[in-house]
């Protein structure tokens, strides 16, 4: 895989990143007595965003060097993993979103909760936000990755 369509791929995952933030954060404004988790959600999803623009803004820094994406460095496929997962959670959380808020105006405060409650359990809301927390510490470990790779030459 090289430079530009890693870049591309991060740039990909990253406006799914705020797209699902944007929601979050619309469910977040919309409704009472949206539970805590959903407010972590939102700054969970704001890490990751900036995890990835540091992605992007080292690969497009430095895409020349020829040690960060050869295949034996592994980065590539690294990246591709994270961000695959990363695009995973977040259109989840979309469709979550989606299926909540589908014809809920803020008004309808039962309406919402009843779905909200439906489609989100405690522990459904808990591993949204282990995926996040996961996907930020995997990009950050690339990240470190290819700063020290880009250092190193």
Not at 8 to 14: A, D, Q, R, S
Not at 29 to 49: I, R, S
Not at 76 to 97: M, N
């Amino acid at each position: 895989m090289d430079p530009i369509c890693v870049a591309e791929c991060v740039v990909e995952c990253t406006l799914i990143c705020y797209s699902a933030g944007k929601a979050l954060n619309g469910l977040r404004d919309q409704f009472t007595h949206v539970p805590q988790k959903v407010a972590t959600l939102v700054a969970e999803t704001k890490v990751v965003g900036g995890a990835l623009a540091q992605i992007q803004n080292a690969i497009l820094q430095r895409d020349d060097h020829p040690g960060m994406w050869s295949p034996s460095s592994g980065l590539a496929q690294k990246l591709a993993i994270v961000l695959e997962a990363g695009a995973i959670v977040f259109r989840c959380l979309e469709k979550d979103i989606r299926r909540i808020t589908s014809g809920i105006t803020a008004l309808d405060k039962p309406l919402w909760e009843d779905r909200a409650h439906e489609v989100w359990s405690s522990d459904q809301l808990n591993a949204y936000l282990d995926d996040l927390k996961g996907c930020s510490r995997r990009l950050a470990h690339c990240y470190r990755f290819c700063k020290r790779t880009m250092l190193e030459s």
